[in-house]
């Protein structure tokens, strides 16, 4: 209520000038359709999720219920148009589950349900068990979030396995 708005940073004239993928992390932790369409409605209405402009909503695992309902809303007449290029990705966070293989059945069912990517954290102790499972999926990987400190070893060592890495850069 202290922030700005989506609205407001979406319509802010350097970022709408931009070229950049355009990443928006969804919390909501209740899923609502309306919430969805309204995120949806302020990208279109700025020029968001369009071939030079696509965007990313991804969501933590514990409350993907808005990707689905996003997955949906883009299946509307009113949003169809951005459906190639706005991408769900499913964020996993750090050592969520100790095993490898329920690492696979998550990541699987990501795909099951119609998302692009996958997102994981940089310190996970089965990353790169976990990359390569997505990637034999043909799901998107990114890595979050890559420190200042120390972070040229991470960038180093992971840019040609991943599809995108966030960083804690300025």
């Given at each position: 209520t202290w922030g700005a708005h989506l609205e407001d940073v979406l319509a802010d004239p350097a970022l709408r000038a931009g070229d950049q993928i355009l990443f928006i992390e969804s919390k909501e932790t209740q899923a609502d359709p309306a919430y969805v369409t309204k995120v949806l409605t302020h990208l279109s209405d700025n020029g968001y999720g369009r071939f030079g402009?696509?965007?990313?909503?991804?969501?933590?695992?514990?409350?993907?219920?808005?990707?689905?309902?996003?997955?949906d809303?883009?299946?509307?007449?009113?949003?169809?148009?951005?459906?190639?290029?706005v991408k769900l990705n499913e964020l996993f966070s750090k050592n969520q589950v100790a095993s490898l293989a329920t690492s696979q059945q998550m990541i699987a069912q990501s795909r099951q349900d119609g998302f692009q990517g996958v997102e994981f954290h940089y310190q996970d102790s089965n990353l790169f068990g976990?990359?390569?499972?997505?990637?034999?999926?043909?799901?998107?990987?990114?890595?979050?979030?890559?420190?200042?400190?120390?972070?040229?070893?991470?960038?180093?060592?992971?840019?040609?396995?991943?599809?995108?890495?966030t960083v804690a850069y300025p």
């Open positions: 402009r696509p965007v990313v909503i991804r969501s933590f695992n514990n409350i993907r219920q808005n990707l689905i309902l996003t997955r809303a883009l299946r509307d007449p009113a949003f169809r148009s951005m459906r190639p290029w976990m990359l390569t499972f997505a990637r034999s999926l043909g799901l998107g990987i990114n890595v979050w979030t890559i420190p200042v400190s120390m972070g040229e070893v991470f960038l180093a060592g992971l840019r040609e396995e991943v599809d995108a890495l």
